[in-house]
């Protein structure tokens, strides 16, 4: 009797166990996003235990461009989605916003390809359709709302949720 409650015990604490979210991107954390962006001059707004999960917000601003990333996830030790946007005045050209992109594309995470990203995002950043491509362990899809912004998300690889 004594060895089925252990094996009662164990499972029990085995099903309770916390693991990492399925819609989570493998390989990378929240904390690898933000502190990445302060590096470059953004800001960060957390927002931990709100009603919609969390989220870390990154923002910097030019002359001519706003720049933020929207970082989602149900806990602090993964990330479920990314969206980044930048939006220019207009007049300007929003093939300049490129690196932006690339550096935010290129974050490490499990099965990264980061010169198939650049490559990816060189080929289709001047297209008035949303595409999308997955690699590795995250889908993207680059989204051209307007000749002024460009948006790009990242999520879970679609094949894997």
Known sequence: MKNYLLLLLVLLSVACAKTKPVEAIGGIK?????????????????????????????????DST???????SSDVNTVESVKATATITPGKNIRNT???FVLIGT?????ADPSGLIRWLETNFDTKKSVETTIGDATFTLLSPSASSRVLRIEKNKALK
């Open 98 to 100: 490129l690196p932006f």
């Open 66 to 72: 706003e720049y933020m990333i929207v970082t989602m």
């Open 107 to 111: 974050l490490p995470y499990d099965g």
């Open 30 to 62: 929240p904390v690898d996003i933000y502190t990445r962006m302060e590096k470059e001059g953004y800001t960060t707004l957390k927002n931990i235990g709100g009603k919609s999960g969390n989220s870390w917000t990154n923002r910097k601003s030019t």
